[in-house]
């Protein structure tokens, strides 16, 4: 270009090399020892000879020098990074390297001298006449840019002494990958990469160079250097890089860099262990699994806690991790700090956009701007005697774009520290990961995924994870449609590294928490995760080994991840919950995992409630779901809340006492309601010609045992709400097998555990528990006996007027009990009596009268108008100082309970019931037996779901509801004997009984 | 007799079946009740185990639809028209005998002398 510039540069050039020749020397002596070593194994490989063309190649007059240098500073180099042949090249193509911004040429030299030297020369010795003009006009551009991406690792090179490590660095990832390497020079990728890393490779040094001069004498005005445009800046500058800069960084810049690297610049540390992965760094710093690992688990620790997904690992994860890790702790805040907040920086990444997709070569041009601004504040925050070492900011991090371009790089730990730092900066920040998205980082990473060596995807899978975790589903979306989901799938299925799939299961599990990407993953990995995670680690075996004991499960964290993701993905409606039931082995899995739970006394972790989650979701709407559910329907059901109870019966025959069904019949003779008992006898319990399995598992009356342990022992109020969720689901509904349902809560005891749940201080147990209550009266039996021992209970759940109770219950809690209050005392004046005994019809006037929630004053006024139907119990409501008006509507008046109901029925109550659950679709009326009460139960699942997404726990109702639950031996009995008494006793002090009364 | 709410209960029962004396309004049965869950168990001298808060019968009148039908003195009434009743309280249990609109009521009641005698049949066999 232009010629006039040659000779002044050249001299320039021989002046620098020649300093350079003889520090290298000193500190080859030195170190010769080291190098020897090094030296001897890496020569073995192919670079060598690469590297005397690129020498020889490079300009004629600089070749005499170069090849001087080369054979001095191989030595030298081993030093440091044991790379003798590189360092040569390095030096000659500094020169060369400036050209590199000029033009292509460098490149065509790069490649030539892989294949032998001739092209070299030509091209060189117009890049060395090149170099000096460029050099000041030039700069600006490409410099800076080629020097961080020809070694890959980029920044270190510049802070490191350009030419021995950064070569070496480079020569032996050529070693290792060497054949590789060479040979693939013929494909497109590999060349591709092999050219620009030669490029810039050779570029390196003079770019280097120039940085160094630069930040050497101007350190103090680096940061207005970040600020500014290069191109300016630049300029300025150049005159003191010829002699100043050079040598300092060779002198420095091998010591600074071990320095740096072990303390400071954590972030370096992966760039730099790419770079260098040399011998030591590598092994003692930068082992890749740790930094990994605790940056994820950092990272999604913190996080976990707002959000369901993590919050579990977070806690053990960070103890494992910390206590190991301190040394390095220090080290990531200095990543952190670099933030790519500033506005400068941003924009500047923004704007280098189109060039990282070029892969390489755009990833050259990018660096200046974002490494001296980085540079910048690195400098600004180090600890003073780190901010003495390096004055000259040769250290800084690389940028996003120059991680995410290493991402391609051709040398697989490059890769994969920059995965791994890439996770590091996506912790706990939605800008980066942002950023990184719209880099389009994300495809490359999960390309990475499929990467043969296991730390590669490791990382990659690591950096996914965190980028996944969050409420910017544009993240989530992103890695969805590069087909991530299928990647990660297919990973789970080929590795066996356990941290691996960890960080597999936890991405699936952030990823399913967005509801469009649900589907994708039932369809790309059910059967896979069930197969590879909930079956092994359930302990639930397809043939059990009669000799061996039944497995218990495992709470790992694999599992708990897996378990979470498909406690996501189940609430997403029918077609989920079909593919989910008929997903083989899952529900046998799941069942198996809970009852192990149960017998191990083990079942407050997360685990467990994920598992609870997804049976009580799989089981809603099982009478509508399940194929030839049909079959099951009771015809009776049309007959409405009356043929409930007698349904029952023929379950109950195993209740209390032998024989009844034959008793029941007699008796029911003399009831006069008892029409409907002829349907009783034809329905029978299907006959079981083969174990139960799959689904049908799901609502077999042996779970009712399951979940009453649940709901005795656990203290987990997720847990909690879960397993009377499922009980709510299965109860609900007319079919054959809510009615057994029903029945068996009773025979199993268990309503007195629901009815001691109503005490929990959890709002949302109380409301589960109500609303499985409403379903399970509408067994008549069950109906007595809930109106017996319970109505204490939910009345004194219910607010008094504007004040509320010491719980201070939500409205739809609030509702949901008033719904059940009425569906117990419909068609039962006992129930109704029950309800004025416990002193109810004060709040209940009041929240008519007084709430402001319309749900809550149309659903206690259903509740009255109930009350005043029964008209003997009218005496009783007068003498307390009732008349009809409190027991009317406020709004518009129709006293008369039992007649209004229906209408009630019609255009109140069932929109109660929506309301009542909180719009999340139900199905069915409330009050009605027949209606669904299922679809609370579900939508209370999914609700929360995405509540709990990014809603912290509420640690204070969790002690407060572990601390009644501290008398656990006593539970049990309090529960089952003591229990009834207690209320009952209580209501005895109101009214005191005869004690023998004729009748 | 223990009793515990909610546990599988095994008695020997009779059926007896008691059609109601109108007197004008009132319909008499012609026995009195004890007991119930709401009350003092370890008042019931009828009891075998001062726990059992079971419905007891306490009297029966002489002549009475009770006592034509069979019922006896410490009976303990299970079930009144397959209403449950030994999980209930006093007014409970009274109510549910006491239903305007029936004319019978059926009562499963168990005793101990019919334990007995089950008890020493099953032996001479």
Redesign the interface.
């Given at each position: 270009m232009e010629e006039y510039d040659v000779p002044s540069a050249a001299s320039i050039l021989a002046s620098v090399k020649e300093q350079e020749a003889r520090f290298e020397r000193l500190t080859r002596a030195l170190e010769e020892e080291r190098r020897n070593v090094s030296l001897q194994l890496e020569r073995g490989s192919l670079p060598s000879d690469r590297l005397v063309g690129g020498t020889t190649g490079g300009s004629n007059q600089p070749l005499a020098w170069q090849q001087m240098v080369m054979q001095e500073q191989s030595p030298s180099n081993q030093t440091s990074l044991a790379m003798m042949q590189e360092p040569q090249e390095v030096v000659e193509e500094t020169v060369t390297i400036e050209e590199d911004p000029g033009t292509p040429t460098s490149h065509v030299s790069v490649v030539t001298s892989d294949d032998g030297t001739t092209r070299r020369t030509e091209t060189k010795d117009n890049v060395t006449n090149m170099k000096v003009t460029k050099m000041v006009k030039t700069v600006t551009t490409r410099t800076v840019r080629q020097v961080p991406l020809g070694p890959d690792g980029l920044p270190l090179p510049e802070g490191s002494s350009p030419l021995g490590s950064y070569t070496d660095s480079i020569d032996r990832r050529y070693m290792k990958n060497g054949e590789r390497f060479i040979t693939p020079q013929a494909t497109s990728t590999l060349t591709r990469s092999y050219n620009n890393y030669s490029d810039s490779y050779n570029d390196a040094p003079d770019s280097q160079f120039r940085h160094y001069t630069l930040h050497d004498g101007y350190g103090d005005m680096a940061d207005n250097y970040g600020s500014l445009s290069r191109g300016v800046n630049y300029r300025p500058y150049r005159p003191y890089m010829p002699t100043g800069g050079y040598r300092p960084e060779n002198s420095y810049t091998l010591p600074i860099r071990k320095d740096d690297y072990g303390h400071v610049a954590q972030p370096q540390v992966p760039m730099g262990s790419s770079t260098m992965d040399l011998n030591r760094s590598q092994p003692e710093r930068f082992q890749p699994e740790p930094y990994g690992l605790e940056d994820d688990r950092r990272s999604l620790g913190p996080d976990d806690e707002e959000p369901y997904d993590l919050e579990p690992d977070y806690s053990t994860a960070n103890r494992r991790t910390l206590p190991g890790r301190t040394i390095r702790e220090p080290l990531r805040n200095g990543p952190r700090m670099r933030g790519y907040e500033d506005p400068i920086e941003t924009e500047l990444i923004d704007e280098r956009h189109p060039y990282i997709h070029g892969m390489y070569p755009a990833p050259l041009a990018q660096p200046e701007r974002g490494s001296l601004a980085s540079l910048d504040r690195m400098g600004g925050r180090r600890s003073p005697s780190i901010d003495s070492i390096r004055k000259d900011p040769r250290w800084r991090d690389p940028d996003l774009p120059e991680v995410i371009a290493m991402l391609g790089h051709p040398i697989d730990p490059v890769k994969s520290n920059a995965a791994a730092y890439l996770q590091h900066l996506c912790y706990e920040n939605d800008k980066i990961k942002k950023d990184v998205r719209q880099l389009k980082g994300i495809p490359v990473l999960v390309g990475l995924l499929d990467h043969p060596k296991a730390e590669v995807h490791r990382k990659a899978c690591g950096a996914l994870r965190n980028i996944s975790y969050g409420k910017d589903h544009d993240n989530k979306v992103a890695i969805k449609s590069c087909d991530g989901i299928p990647a990660l799938i297919r990973l789970l299925r080929k590795t066996n590294d356990m941290e691996v799939r960890e960080l597999i299961t936890g991405t699936l599990w952030n990823l399913s928490s967005y509801e469009p990407l649900k589907m994708v993953i039932i369809n790309h990995g059910l059967q896979t995760m069930t197969n590879e995670v909930i079956i092994p680690h359930s302990g639930w075996e397809h043939e059990p080994n009669e000799d061996s004991k039944p497995r218990d499960a495992e709470w790992t964290t694999v599992f708990k991840n897996t378990s979470g993701c498909l406690r996501n993905v189940s609430s997403d409606g029918a077609e989920a919950r079909r593919r989910l039931r008929e997903c083989e082995g899952l529900v046998d899995a799941l069942l198996h995992a809970l009852q192990s739970a149960v017998g191990k006394k083990d079942m407050d972790n997360k685990s467990v409630e994920n598992c609870v989650c997804v049976m009580r979701n799989l089981s809603y709407h099982v009478h509508k779901e399940i194929p030839g559910a049909e079959k099951f329907q009771d015809p009776s059901a049309l007959q409405g809340p009356g043929s409930a109870g007698t349904q029952r019966k023929k379950k109950d025959d195993?209740?209390?006492?032998?024989g009844k069904k034959a008793?029941?019949e007699?008796?029911?003779?003399?009831?006069?309601n008892g029409e409907h008992d002829k349907n009783y006898d034809t329905l029978d319990l299907p006959k079981r010609t083969e174990p139960t399995k799959g689904f049908e598992l799901l609502y077999q009356p042996e779970v009712v045992r399951l979940y009453l342990s649940l709901l005795t022992e656990s203290q987990n109020f997720n847990t909690l709400e879960a397993a009377a969720g499922a009980l709510q689901n299965l109860s609900a509904g007319q079919w054959t097998w809510s009615n057994y349902i029903r029945a068996t809560v009773r025979?199993e005891?268990g309503?007195?555990i629901l009815v001691e749940l109503l005490r929990s201080d959890s709002d949302k147990v109380v409301r589960a528990v109500a609303i499985a209550l409403r379903n399970l009266s509408i067994d008549r039996?069950n109906k007595?006996?809930i109106g017996?021992?319970a109505m204490r209970d939910l009345v004194s759940n219910l607010p008094s007027g504007q004040q509320r109770p010491a719980k201070n219950l939500e409205e739809d809690t609030v509702v949901a009990i008033l719904n059940t209050i009425h569906e117990i005392i419909i068609e039962s004046s006992?129930n109704a009596?029950s309800l004025i005994t416990a002193q109810a019809i004060d709040k209940l006037v009041a929240i008519n009268r007084t709430s402001q929630s319309a749900r809550e004053t149309k659903a206690a006024s259903h509740v009255l108008q109930t009350v005043w139907s029964y008209k003997e119990l009218r005496n009783a409501l007068t003498k307390d100082g009732w008349n009809k008006t409190h027991f009317q509507p406020i709004p518009t008046g129709t006293p008369k309970g039992s007649r209004s109901c229906k209408p009630g029925y019609d255009d109140t109550t069932l929109p109660l019931m929506e309301k009542n659950q909180g719009n999340r679709g139900c199905s069915g009326g409330d009050m009605i037996p027949m209606g669904e009460l299922g679809p609370d139960g579900y939508s209370t699942i999914d609700q929360r779901d995405k509540e709990s997404k990014y809603k912290s726990s509420d640690g204070s109702s969790d002690l407060q509801e572990r601390e009644p639950l501290k008398n656990d031996t006593n539970r049990k009995h309090y529960i089952?004997?003591n229990r009834?008494?207690v209320s009952?006793?209580d209501?005895?002090d109101v009214k005191p009984?005869?004690?023998?009364?004729?009748? | 007799m223990s009793f515990?709410?909610?546990?599988?209960?095994?008695?020997v029962?009779q059926?007896i079946?008691i059609h109601k004396l109108r007197d004008g309004d009132n319909l008499i049965?012609g026995?009195?009740?004890?007991g119930?869950?709401?009350?003092d168990p370890s008042?019931n001298p009828f009891s075998e185990d001062k726990t059992d808060?079971g419905i007891y019968v306490?009297?029966v009148s002489k002549g009475g639809p009770a006592e034509v039908a069979g019922l006896r003195m410490g009976d303990k009434i299970?079930?009144v028209?397959?209403?449950?009743m030994?999980?209930?309280?006093?007014?409970?249990a009274?109510?549910?005998?006491?239903k305007k609109?029936?004319d019978?009521?059926?009562l499963?009641v168990t005793r101990k002398s019919l334990e007995n005698a089950v008890r020493q049949s099953m032996m001479q066999h």
């Amino acid at each position: 270009m232009e010629e006039y510039d040659v000779p002044s540069a050249a001299s320039i050039l021989a002046s620098v090399k020649e300093q350079e020749a003889r520090f290298e020397r000193l500190t080859r002596a030195l170190e010769e020892e080291r190098r020897n070593v090094s030296l001897q194994l890496e020569r073995g490989s192919l670079p060598s000879d690469r590297l005397v063309g690129g020498t020889t190649g490079g300009s004629n007059q600089p070749l005499a020098w170069q090849q001087m240098v080369m054979q001095e500073q191989s030595p030298s180099n081993q030093t440091s990074l044991a790379m003798m042949q590189e360092p040569q090249e390095v030096v000659e193509e500094t020169v060369t390297i400036e050209e590199d911004p000029g033009t292509p040429t460098s490149h065509v030299s790069v490649v030539t001298s892989d294949d032998g030297t001739t092209r070299r020369t030509e091209t060189k010795d117009n890049v060395t006449n090149m170099k000096v003009t460029k050099m000041v006009k030039t700069v600006t551009t490409r410099t800076v840019r080629q020097v961080p991406l020809g070694p890959d690792g980029l920044p270190l090179p510049e802070g490191s002494s350009p030419l021995g490590s950064y070569t070496d660095s480079i020569d032996r990832r050529y070693m290792k990958n060497g054949e590789r390497f060479i040979t693939p020079q013929a494909t497109s990728t590999l060349t591709r990469s092999y050219n620009n890393y030669s490029d810039s490779y050779n570029d390196a040094p003079d770019s280097q160079f120039r940085h160094y001069t630069l930040h050497d004498g101007y350190g103090d005005m680096a940061d207005n250097y970040g600020s500014l445009s290069r191109g300016v800046n630049y300029r300025p500058y150049r005159p003191y890089m010829p002699t100043g800069g050079y040598r300092p960084e060779n002198s420095y810049t091998l010591p600074i860099r071990k320095d740096d690297y072990g303390h400071v610049a954590q972030p370096q540390v992966p760039m730099g262990s790419s770079t260098m992965d040399l011998n030591r760094s590598q092994p003692e710093r930068f082992q890749p699994e740790p930094y990994g690992l605790e940056d994820d688990r950092r990272s999604l620790g913190p996080d976990d806690e707002e959000p369901y997904d993590l919050e579990p690992d977070y806690s053990t994860a960070n103890r494992r991790t910390l206590p190991g890790r301190t040394i390095r702790e220090p080290l990531r805040n200095g990543p952190r700090m670099r933030g790519y907040e500033d506005p400068i920086e941003t924009e500047l990444i923004d704007e280098r956009h189109p060039y990282i997709h070029g892969m390489y070569p755009a990833p050259l041009a990018q660096p200046e701007r974002g490494s001296l601004a980085s540079l910048d504040r690195m400098g600004g925050r180090r600890s003073p005697s780190i901010d003495s070492i390096r004055k000259d900011p040769r250290w800084r991090d690389p940028d996003l774009p120059e991680v995410i371009a290493m991402l391609g790089h051709p040398i697989d730990p490059v890769k994969s520290n920059a995965a791994a730092y890439l996770q590091h900066l996506c912790y706990e920040n939605d800008k980066i990961k942002k950023d990184v998205r719209q880099l389009k980082g994300i495809p490359v990473l999960v390309g990475l995924l499929d990467h043969p060596k296991a730390e590669v995807h490791r990382k990659a899978c690591g950096a996914l994870r965190n980028i996944s975790y969050g409420k910017d589903h544009d993240n989530k979306v992103a890695i969805k449609s590069c087909d991530g989901i299928p990647a990660l799938i297919r990973l789970l299925r080929k590795t066996n590294d356990m941290e691996v799939r960890e960080l597999i299961t936890g991405t699936l599990w952030n990823l399913s928490s967005y509801e469009p990407l649900k589907m994708v993953i039932i369809n790309h990995g059910l059967q896979t995760m069930t197969n590879e995670v909930i079956i092994p680690h359930s302990g639930w075996e397809h043939e059990p080994n009669e000799d061996s004991k039944p497995r218990d499960a495992e709470w790992t964290t694999v599992f708990k991840n897996t378990s979470g993701c498909l406690r996501n993905v189940s609430s997403d409606g029918a077609e989920a919950r079909r593919r989910l039931r008929e997903c083989e082995g899952l529900v046998d899995a799941l069942l198996h995992a809970l009852q192990s739970a149960v017998g191990k006394k083990d079942m407050d972790n997360k685990s467990v409630e994920n598992c609870v989650c997804v049976m009580r979701n799989l089981s809603y709407h099982v009478h509508k779901e399940i194929p030839g559910a049909e079959k099951f329907q009771d015809p009776s059901a049309l007959q409405g809340p009356g043929s409930a109870g007698t349904q029952r019966k023929k379950k109950d025959d195993a209740g209390c006492f032998g024989g009844k069904k034959a008793k029941e019949e007699w008796f029911n003779q003399g009831r006069k309601n008892g029409e409907h008992d002829k349907n009783y006898d034809t329905l029978d319990l299907p006959k079981r010609t083969e174990p139960t399995k799959g689904f049908e598992l799901l609502y077999q009356p042996e779970v009712v045992r399951l979940y009453l342990s649940l709901l005795t022992e656990s203290q987990n109020f997720n847990t909690l709400e879960a397993a009377a969720g499922a009980l709510q689901n299965l109860s609900a509904g007319q079919w054959t097998w809510s009615n057994y349902i029903r029945a068996t809560v009773r025979k199993e005891k268990g309503l007195p555990i629901l009815v001691e749940l109503l005490r929990s201080d959890s709002d949302k147990v109380v409301r589960a528990v109500a609303i499985a209550l409403r379903n399970l009266s509408i067994d008549r039996r069950n109906k007595d006996l809930i109106g017996s021992y319970a109505m204490r209970d939910l009345v004194s759940n219910l607010p008094s007027g504007q004040q509320r109770p010491a719980k201070n219950l939500e409205e739809d809690t609030v509702v949901a009990i008033l719904n059940t209050i009425h569906e117990i005392i419909i068609e039962s004046s006992e129930n109704a009596r029950s309800l004025i005994t416990a002193q109810a019809i004060d709040k209940l006037v009041a929240i008519n009268r007084t709430s402001q929630s319309a749900r809550e004053t149309k659903a206690a006024s259903h509740v009255l108008q109930t009350v005043w139907s029964y008209k003997e119990l009218r005496n009783a409501l007068t003498k307390d100082g009732w008349n009809k008006t409190h027991f009317q509507p406020i709004p518009t008046g129709t006293p008369k309970g039992s007649r209004s109901c229906k209408p009630g029925y019609d255009d109140t109550t069932l929109p109660l019931m929506e309301k009542n659950q909180g719009n999340r679709g139900c199905s069915g009326g409330d009050m009605i037996p027949m209606g669904e009460l299922g679809p609370d139960g579900y939508s209370t699942i999914d609700q929360r779901d995405k509540e709990s997404k990014y809603k912290s726990s509420d640690g204070s109702s969790d002690l407060q509801e572990r601390e009644p639950l501290k008398n656990d031996t006593n539970r049990k009995h309090y529960i089952r004997s003591n229990r009834p008494t207690v209320s009952l006793v209580d209501a005895c002090d109101v009214k005191p009984q005869p004690v023998d009364s004729w009748v | 007799m223990s009793f515990i709410p909610g546990h599988p209960v095994t008695a020997v029962v009779q059926r007896i079946e008691i059609h109601k004396l109108r007197d004008g309004d009132n319909l008499i049965l012609g026995f009195s009740i004890g007991g119930g869950i709401d009350q003092d168990p370890s008042q019931n001298p009828f009891s075998e185990d001062k726990t059992d808060k079971g419905i007891y019968v306490t009297r029966v009148s002489k002549g009475g639809p009770a006592e034509v039908a069979g019922l006896r003195m410490g009976d303990k009434i299970m079930q009144v028209n397959g209403w449950d009743m030994t999980m209930v309280t006093h007014d409970q249990a009274r109510k549910k005998l006491t239903k305007k609109n029936e004319d019978v009521v059926r009562l499963l009641v168990t005793r101990k002398s019919l334990e007995n005698a089950v008890r020493q049949s099953m032996m001479q066999h």
